[in-house]
Each structure stands twice: as structure tokens, then as C-alpha cells.
């Protein structure tokens, strides 16, 4: 499929730039200026003993036909959690370390699939929870991640008032914008094993220009990549490691942040 995407065109290939930040304009601002919804809510533990779902009145967070559910996981779990011990205290995109007892509860939050989530007037387009400061993605296959912010089960394409666009990161001492898409990574990740297990070869890897790298919200507002795609829940993104904000790809060359996204993204779980 790489080859094939490869080998035809590129959507938006002409207009391909380096970078295209958004200015950040949602993120805990938004919790005032949500309806329907309280942003401020109570927070929740799942350590708590978790309040019933009434089949009668609650419904899977926007989306009313059932959505399927993790083996073994009950609609309760799903909604309220707990996640998996591998999510319980991990750290987000942004390094947002989840603390289980200091949760929000999704439906106060107005916790939405994408599709559901643009009728909320605090949503930007192309804002999802791949690309939140708080997302933890899928760490056990099972095609779902966790937050540090809200409880329960998140899926990369699905979306909250408590949005937070990841941090830019600084172009590093020495560089200029320019020299990111084609500087050699820092040693720690030339030939570093990607998030799922990809080796990169520093001598075997696609320029930046030609998959089309660009930021991920951007490209989801475009209509380029779909909700929930971004680098840092891509099978082939090597997660920062030395601090600066900044990770590598086991494909495409030079500097990338979590924030990314291009047109060979594979979402991690296929690869876990
Ligand atoms: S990861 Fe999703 S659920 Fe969590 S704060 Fe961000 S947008 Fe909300
Ligand atoms: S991590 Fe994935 S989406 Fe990001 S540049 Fe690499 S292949 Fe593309």
C-alpha cells in the first residue's frame, strides 16, 4: 500500500511545506465556552466504584448505533474505565502523566466521536485525540487508547472539550526551521525501533516532501488524512527521547513530532 501511495499522487504534494502550525486556540479555554456540557466537572475515579450505565437513558458517547467494544471489555468499562494496567499511569503525547484518581468523567466533558464532535462550537476542525497534548495511544492492540485527562476507553478519532493542541516544539540549538526535514537525527534514534517495533535504516527512508508531511490537524481540517491519524499513534513514529519535543520516523527522514502526520501513516495497532 506504501508503494502504491508512493507511486501515485500525492494529495496536496504541490502545496507541501515543512510545517504548518495551528495557532493553539482551544485547549482547557474551551471548558467555559462548551454547551451542554459542564468542562469543569467533578473529577472521578476508577478506582471508584464506577456509577451504572442505565440502558434506558445513556448511549456509547456520540454515536447512537453500538460501538464495538474490546473483547472482554463491558459498555461500563468501556465509558467509565478502568483501562488496562498499561494505561492506569502512562504518560500522554504531551508528557501528561494519568493520574486515576483525578479523572474526568466523558460525559462532562462532551466526549464525542469527530463526526458528532464538530456540532460542539469549541471544536476546531481537524482537533482529535491523536493529536491532544493528553492522548496515551493503543498500547495492547486492541485499536483503543486511554487519556490523562478523561476516563474510560479513547479512540484517536473521537474528541473532548478539554482538548489541548500538543506543545510546538522548539527548533533545536544550531538549526533552523529549514534543516528539520532532512537533518540527521540525533544517535539515540538513527537506527531506533519505531513505537511498534519498526527498525529504522537510516540509509532507507522517504524525504519528507514526498510523503506529504504536514500537521496532522491540518491535514484532517483539509480532508487529506482522516480523524484520529497523526505520527504519534503511527506504527512507524519513534516517540521523543531526549526531552526537546522532537521524535523520528523508522521511514521518512529528519525531525518529527508527534504532532505529524503523512500519507503512509499505519495506525499502531495494526502493528502491536
Ligand atoms: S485525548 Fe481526547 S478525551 Fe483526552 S483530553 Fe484530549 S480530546 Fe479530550
Ligand atoms: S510516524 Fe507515520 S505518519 Fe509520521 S512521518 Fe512516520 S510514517 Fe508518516
Redesign the pocket.
Known amino acids: 500500500m506504501i508503494d502504491d501511495l508512493l507511486a501515485g499522487d500525492i494529495p496536496g504534494h504541490e502545496t507541501w511545506s515543512r510545517r504548518h502550525y495551528l495557532v493553539a486556540t482551544v485547549g482547557i479555554a474551551a471548558l467555559g465556552g462548551c454547551s451542554g456540557t459542564d468542562g469543569g466537572g467533578e473529577t472521578a475515579s476508577e478506582t471508584d466504584s464506577a456509577s451504572p450505565v442505565d440502558p434506558e437513558t445513556t448511549e456509547p458517547p456520540g454515536d447512537e448505533e453500538a460501538e464495538e467494544l474490546p473483547e472482554g471489555v463491558s459498555e461500563d468499562e468501556f465509558e467509565f474505565g478502568p483501562v488496562p494496567d498499561a494505561y492506569l499511569s502512562a504518560v500522554s503525547l504531551g508528557n501528561e502523566t494519568r493520574n486515576p484518581d483525578e479523572l474526568l468523567a466523558k460525559a462532562d466533558v462532551g466526549f464525542a466521536e469527530y463526526d458528532d464532535a464538530a456540532e460542539n462550537q469549541a471544536h476546531q476542525p481537524g482537533a482529535c485525540c491523536a493529536n491532544c497534548a493528553d492522548y496515551i495511544p493503543d498500547k495492547n492492540g486492541d485499536g483503543f487508547g486511554a487519556c490523562a485527562e478523561v476516563e474510560g476507553y479513547i479512540g484517536g478519532e473521537d474528541w473532548c472539550t478539554v482538548y489541548e493542541t500538543l506543545p510546538e516544539p522548539s527548533v533545536p540549538e544550531g538549526m533552523t526551521e529549514s534543516d528539520l526535514a532532512t537533518a540527521p537525527v540525533p544517535e539515540a534514534y538513527r537506527t531506533a525501533d519505531s513505537q511498534a517495533g519498526e527498525g529504522r535504516s537510516p540509509d532507507k527512508l522517504l524525504a519528507q516532501a514526498d510523503?506529504n508531511?504536514m500537521e496532522s490537524a491540518e491535514a484532517i481540517a483539509d480532508g487529506a488524512a482522516r480523524p484520529g491519524q497523526s505520527?504519534g499513534n503511527?506504527a512507524?513514529?519513534i516517540p521523543d527521547e531526549n526531552g526537546d519535543g522532537w521524535g523520528a520516523?523508522a521511514?521518512?527522514e529528519g525531525y518529527?513530532a508527534a504532532e505529524?502526520?503523512?500519507v503512509?501513516?499505519?495506525h499502531i495497532t495494526e502493528e502491536l
Do not use: S, Y
Open positions: 510523503v508531511l505520527c503511527c512507524e513514529f520516523c521511514r521518512v518529527i505529524d502526520w503523512c503512509i501513516w499505519e
